[in-house]
C-alpha cells in the first residue's frame, strides 16, 4: 500500500492522472483495512475532479464522507469537513448543483451546518460569474429564511449581479420586488422593527438603487434624446420621494426631477414645486 501510495502521489503531482487513479485504486481495491484507504478514497476524488468526471469526484467525496463518519477524533472531523467543503467546490461544477448539494447536505447534517455549506456554495458561484445558479440559489435563500436579518443581503447580491451584467429591466424589476418586501407596513419590517441595523440595511439597499436607476434613465435620455427615458427617470425620482424624502440626498432628487418636469415633461406646476423643496 506504502508504495502504491507514493507512486499515485508522484504522478497526482506531476498531472499524470491515469497513473495516479490507477495507483489510488490499487490501495482501495487491494487495501480495504489500509490506515491510508480513506486518504487514497480523497485523493482519487481530486484526481476525477481535475478530469473534470464531477460526477464520480462527487460520489467519491461523499464515499469519504460516509467512511470518516464512522471514526472519532479531531482529526477525522476536520478530515470530514474537508471533503464536505470539497463538495461544495464540485457542486459548483455540475447542473443544478446546488439542488443535488442541497438535498446531499441535508441528509448528512444538521440543518444549519448545511445551509452554511449552500452559502458558501452561493458565493462560489457568485465569485465564478455563475451568475443564474447565484441568483436562483439566493432566491431559495430568500424564501426559507422570509423574515430573517440576512435578507437585505441576500437581496443586495441578486441586485449586484443584475448590475454586473448590466440587465436592466430585471434590476429594474427585482428593485420594485425590494422597495415592496421591505416597505414599512410590511412583514419583515414588522418583525425586524426592533432591529435598527436590519432596518438601516434595508432602507439603504432600497434608496440606493431607485436613485441608481433614476440616474442610469435620466443620463441615457440625455444621451439618446429618448422621451420614454425621461419619462422613466422622472417616475423613479417620484418613487424615491415617495419612499426617501426625508434622505440626505432628497434635495439633489427634487433638482433633477424639476429639470425633468420642466423641460421635458413641460409640467411647470410640478417643477415648481420640486424647485421649493430644493
Known amino acids: ?3 502504491h501510495l507514493a507512486m499515485a502521489e508522484y504522478y497526482f503531482e506531476t498531472n499524470s492522472l491515469y497513473y495516479a487513479k490507477t495507483n489510488y485504486e490499487k490501495i482501495i481495491n487491494n487495501f480495504p483495512k489500509s490506515s491510508m484507504f480513506n486518504y487514497a478514497l480523497y485523493k482519487l476524488g481530486w484526481v476525477y475532479f481535475n478530469l473534470h468526471e464531477f460526477d464520480a469526484a462527487i460520489q467519491t467525496f461523499q464515499k469519504v464522507v460516509a467512511a470518516v463518519a464512522k471514526v ?3 482529526g477525522v472531523v476536520e478530515f470530514k469537513n474537508q471533503a464536505l467543503n470539497d463538495l461544495v467546490v464540485t457542486y459548483a461544477e455540475i447542473d443544478d448543483g446546488w439542488v443535488h448539494a442541497r438535498d446531499y447536505f441535508l441528509k448528512v447534517l444538521p440543518e444549519e451546518q448545511a445551509y452554511k ?5 452561493g458565493d462560489l458561484y457568485v465569485g465564478q460569474d455563475k451568475d443564474l445558479y447565484a441568483i436562483a440559489l439566493f432566491r431559495h435563500f430568500i424564501e426559507r429564511e422570509k423574515s430573517s436579518t440576512n435578507i437585505p443581503e441576500y437581496f443586495k447580491i441578486i441586485l449586484g449581479l443584475y448590475k454586473k451584467t448590466n440587465d436592466v429591466p430585471k434590476l429594474d424589476e427585482v428593485t420594485l420586488e425590494t422597495l415592496e418586501y421591505f416597505k414599512p407596513t410590511g412583514t419583515w419590517y414588522t418583525v425586524n422593527a426592533k432591529n435598527e441595523d436590519a432596518i438601516e440595511a434595508a432602507n439603504a439597499l432600497c434608496e440606493e ?3 441608481y436607476l433614476a440616474n442610469l434613465y435620466h443620463r441615457e435620455a440625455q444621451r439618446l434624446n429618448k422621451p420614454d427615458l425621461y419619462k422613466k427617470a422622472s417616475d423613479k425620482y417620484a418613487l424615491y420621494l415617495t419612499r426617501f424624502k426625508d434622505s440626505k440626498n432628497a434635495y439633489i432628487v427634487n433638482f433633477y426631477y424639476a429639470e425633468i418636469l420642466y423641460d ?6 410640478g417643477a415648481a414645486v420640486q424647485y421649493k423643496a430644493v
Open 1 to 3: 500500500a506504502e508504495a
Open 72 to 74: 472519532q477524533g479531531k
Open 209 to 211: 438603487h431607485v436613485l
Open 264 to 269: 421635458q415633461l413641460k409640467d411647470f406646476p
Open 117 to 121: 455549506k449552500l452559502r458558501a456554495l
